[in-house]
């Protein structure tokens, strides 16, 4: 009940393009969802987030999706550039407590 | 813009050894974690520590596992005697008490032989 599922495992997008990734949690007691960015050998960094009270939030190019009935979250990221190739985590939490991450998705930006 | 420090960036050790990884939470943070990441895999949450006191840990974090804070600015982990399945990257997070954020560090690459 802890998990936290993403799809798709990896994401090839051209520049310019639409990348979206997508999760799903079971625990309704979660109540942040923030997004990971990770680059080769360095640590996630918190690219965004949202709380359950709220359906969408928009953050430069970057757009978190929530639909809290289904569960479901998702990340889009709008005109997407070679720059954005990392591997992106989706998370949940409660509070203080731990950080659960989705298994991550690699997105590479092709020019 | 504060961020988490952890040394060192790679530690090499062989099977057995003890080795003490080392992280410098923001510093007006309350709250620190440690999680780690083998190679291509999820981050997995290890520990939480406030107030001088572990508040949860995870199934990951026996008995060959401990956490302090030495003193007002660091943090650290200590794996009393490495397997070669401890071999992962160790991230260190913290965050503050009055928001969800947990900022990461660059992490410590532990290769055990």
């Known amino acids: 009940q802890q998990q936290v599922k993403q799809s798709p495992q990896s994401l090839i997008v051209q520049k310019g393009g639409i990348s979206i990734i997508n999760c799903a949690y079971e625990?309704?007691?979660?109540?942040?969802f923030p997004w990971y960015q990770q680059f080769p050998g360095k640590g996630p960094a918190l690219l965004i987030a949202?709380?359950?009270?709220?359906s969408e939030k928009k953050e430069g190019r970057f757009t978190i999706s929530f639909n809290k009935s289904a569960k479901q979250f998702s990340l889009h990221i709008m005109d997407s550039q070679p720059g954005d190739s990392a591997t992106y985590f989706c998370?949940?939490?409660?509070?203080?407590?731990?950080?659960?991450f989705g298994t991550g998705t690699k997105l590479q930006v092709i020019p | 813009e504060p961020e988490v420090t952890q040394t060192p960036s790679h530690q090499v050790t062989q099977m057995g050894q003890e080795v003490i990884l080392r992280c410098v939470p923001i510093?007006?943070?309350?709250?620190f974690y440690w999680y780690r990441q083998i190679l291509g895999q999820k981050v997995e949450f290890l520990v939480s520590?406030?107030?001088?006191?572990?508040?949860?840990k995870s199934e990951i974090f026996d008995d060959q596992f401990s956490v302090e804070r030495p003193d007002g600015s660091n943090f650290t982990l200590k794996i009393r005697s490495t397997k070669l399945e401890d071999s992962a990257m160790y991230f260190c997070?913290?965050?503050?008490?009055?928001?969800?954020?947990?900022?990461f560090g660059p992490g410590t690459r532990l290769t055990v032989t």
């Open positions: 998370a949940a939490s409660r509070g203080y407590q731990k950080v659960t």
């Open positions: 625990n309704t007691a979660f109540d942040y």
């Open positions: 520590f406030y107030n001088n006191e572990i508040s949860e």
């Open positions: 510093s007006n943070h309350l709250y």
């Open positions: 997070a913290s965050s503050d008490l009055l928001v969800d954020e947990q900022y």
């Open positions: 949202i709380r359950p009270d709220v």
